[in-house]
């Protein structure tokens, strides 16, 4: 594992090398949308996942009206994203439990959001760290970068999460996702990608 300091210079480079493009957790202006679009996109390109959001967002547009929606119309909303049927059961869920228990507001609270149906770790926390919160989102952007420049032997998403902590200052959590996702995308082609990623790598043997 290289030391905190190769680890910021590499993140630094990823952060570089990646296309300026928009998220699925970016951009909405309402928490439930930021929250509902993060979900969609496990498993779901980027690309895919935010004119699918949209489309459900113009649609529904506002919490109290998802809530009431139908289950089968949401399911044919957003039926381009993959898991659709299993995601519009958690969104419709989802959607009852934030008007009803939390009085349409999104808690800012970790163990909070992983109750809600459908709200995994990595789902949580790219939403926390949307909102200026110190946290670490792993999906499968950041498990794969992270094992090949050796920020962790793991191949579990939490214990990924947790050497990441160790690894990097706080202060870098909350952006650790964004830049490694960014470069992820940016670079789809896997003997690219992984090239790039060797180069990178011996950053740590530099310092």
């Not at 996942?49 to 949209?54: F, G, K, S």
């Not at 970068?145 to 690894?167: A, F, V």
């Not at 470069?183 to 990608?193: H, S, W």
């Amino acid at each position: 594992m290289p030391s905190s300091k190769a680890a910021i210079k590499q993140l630094d480079a990823l952060k570089k090398l990646g296309k300026n493009q928009r998220l699925a957790a970016d951009g909405w202006n309402e928490d439930w949308k930021t929250l509902i679009a993060t979900l969609m996109s496990a498993r779901t390109t980027d690309k895919k996942t935010i004119p699918v959001a949209e489309g459900l967002f113009r649609r529904y547009d506002s919490l109290k009206k998802l809530s009431n929606a139908s289950e089968k119309s949401i399911g044919m909303t957003i039926k381009p994203v993959n898991f659709y049927k299993t995601k519009s059961r958690n969104i419709k869920k989802l959607a009852q439990i934030l008007v009803n228990d939390y009085n349409g507001n999104v808690p800012m609270d970790f163990n909070k959001l992983i109750e809600l149906p459908g709200v995994g770790r990595k789902t949580a926390n790219v939403f926390l760290a949307e909102h200026n919160h110190d946290a670490i989102g792993v999906d499968t952007h950041v498990a794969y970068c992270s094992q090949k420049l050796g920020w962790t032997k793991n191949t579990n998403p939490h214990k990924i999460e947790k050497d990441l902590e160790k690894l990097f200052p706080r202060k870098y959590w909350r952006n650790l996702n964004w830049i490694v996702v960014r470069f992820g995308q940016t670079y789809t082609n896997r003997k690219i990608k992984d090239k790039i990623l060797k180069s990178i790598k011996k950053i740590s043997t530099d310092l």
